[in-house]
């Protein structure tokens, strides 16, 4: 009974996205109210057992989902503001001509946004920065919003496992003692085998949206190989914090030298005018020139990186509630740059960056309010001790546990909105539980960072965030019925993978 009840929180917020077709902030408030009710009626939550009680409980659990809130949010208004500024200034319409050249096929040159884009940066930088800058530029590129950010949700998922220089293995590694490279190679395999699902949906996605000529097979093949290959190597033979952020690089170079050669017999020779292009569309993708700069800078120099770190802030209420946050290394300060930047090389005037943020404050907050509802709800859950009880309940399956581990990584980023969050609520679970039922640790514990990943697919509040961004806000669940099947298929594939592993 308790297990049904601690569920009932995530599954009503699903019924009323997917079924009644309530937008995110209503469903995310009607699932906090319940969420709280069962934490203190049924987990005792601010009872006897808590010193802080039922007021301090509840502070504490609005105060971590404010600054939780407040973080995602400082990412996707600089990405948004971006947008509105590229497309004010006229440099989104440049960028597509640039991107057309690639190929004469405008859906290539959405496969590369779409899934080396976004990869690179999860690889670099994380917490939700792939789709809030590649969803705007798909729509652009000539996709219509839906399928933008179902393409963008898709496409970064492989890469999440080792997202912002691989945080959640390195977390995972500290938890559990298992060094990080055998983590690394553990978690890289599931995707190894069963990326090429990701790679299909997305172009499948991107096809049927700007609907010309047969599926490209052919180049979505050499997307998957161009980035599974240099994925599985540096994770296997050099550790946790490259798998994503270097198989995009290598993989996007392999990807467009192969394109070139491939249209190099059909394409005429650049005329004068067209060879002059390049300081144009220089400016115009000064933006994101500039996040690839920073990121490459700020994470990659140990120097800097070291530096930046240094300046931490922390809060904690009641000795169990805290939040903490290295401001000079957010993506918000990187794309807040970037705004800088491309306002500059663009020559922007300043009616263009005052109506580009004024538009990004009107997106922006019917946003705030879904997104802190959702995040109540995981913070309430998981400080209550429901989170804790759905995941006793399936390790109660013995040796068929396997089978459902990926799906507790899955329930840990769905609740939290963060595969790192998922991999410290469960990595204990899943090596305790492994140690009681006599199977191997590693393949268990990848299957978890495997299924945290896939989670960041159907998270509410990734989706409420990526909603915001190419103006889906009341449609979030449109978007989860199209991104919920593919999390699942892949949540299940990766069980029968980690049942098969373990055995």
Request: proline share 5%.
């Amino acid at each position: 009974m308790e297990t049904a009840l601690a569920a009932a929180p995530v599954v009503l917020v699903l019924v009323l996205l997917v079924v009644v077709g309530w937008s995110a902030s209503a469903s995310g408030l009607v699932g906090a109210g319940v969420a709280a009710v069962i934490a203190v009626v049924v987990f005792d939550f601010g009872g006897s057992q808590d010193t802080f009680g039922i007021p301090g409980g509840f502070l504490g659990v609005f105060a971590e989902a404010a600054s939780i809130t407040m973080s995602v949010v400082a990412i996707i208004g600089p990405a948004l503001a971006i947008h509105h500024l590229q497309m004010k200034t006229g440099a989104t319409e440049r960028l597509q001509e640039a991107l057309g050249r690639l190929s004469p096929d405008p859906r290539i040159s959405a496969l590369l946004v779409a899934w080396f884009f976004t990869l690179f940066l999860e690889g670099a930088a994380g917490f939700g920065t792939p789709v809030a800058l590649a969803a705007p530029f798909l729509v652009a590129a000539g996709l219509k919003p839906l399928p933008a950010l179902v393409a963008a949700l898709v496409g970064h998922a492989a890469g999440v496992s080792f997202g912002a220089l691989g945080t959640p293995v390195l977390v995972q590694s500290e938890s559990s003692g298992i060094p990080e490279s055998d983590l690394a190679c553990a978690t890289a395999v599931y995707h190894l085998a069963l990326g090429w699902l990701l790679t299909a949906v997305v172009v499948v996605t991107v096809s049927r949206s700007i609907g010309t000529g047969r599926m490209p097979w052919g180049r979505g093949v050499l997307a998957a190989v161009s980035f599974f290959v240099p994925y599985g190597l540096i994770a296997c033979y050099v550790g946790a914090e490259l798998p994503s952020l270097g198989g995009a690089i290598i993989g996007a170079v392999v990807f467009v030298v192969a394109t070139r050669r491939r249209g190099s017999g059909e394409d005429e020779k650049l005329t004068e005018e067209q060879a002059l292009d390049g300081a144009p569309v220089l400016r115009a993708g000064a933006a994101y020139l500039t996040v690839l700069a920073l990121v490459l800078l700020t994470r990659l120099v140990p120097a800097l990186r070291s530096a930046l770190a240094a300046v931490d802030l922390r809060w904690e209420l009641f000795g169990e509630f805290s939040f903490e946050s290295r401001p000079l290394l957010h993506p918000a300060v990187v794309l807040t740059a970037a705004i800088v930047v491309g306002a500059v090389a663009q020559g922007a005037t300043r009616t263009d960056v005052l109506d580009a943020l004024r538009d990004t404050g009107r997106q922006l907050l019917p946003v705030v309010v879904a997104l802190l509802a959702m995040v109540t709800i995981a913070q309430t859950m998981s400080r209550s001790g429901m989170t804790g009880e759905l995941a006793e309940a399936a390790a109660g399956t013995g040796a068929l546990w396997p089978l459902f581990a990926p799906a507790v990584g899955a329930l840990g980023t769905l609740v939290t909105g963060s595969a790192t969050a998922s991999n410290i609520l469960f990595t204990d679970l899943q090596q305790l539980t492994a140690e009681n039922v006599g199977l191997p640790q590693v393949p268990l514990l990848g299957a978890q960072g495997f299924g945290a990943a896939a989670g960041n697919m159907f998270a509410p509040h990734n989706i409420v965030a990526g909603a915001a961004v190419v103006g889906l806000v009341g449609d979030e669940g449109r978007i989860l019925r199209r991104t919920l099947p593919v999390a699942l298929a892949y949540v299940v594939l990766g069980g029968v993978l980690a049942w098969w592993l373990a055995g």
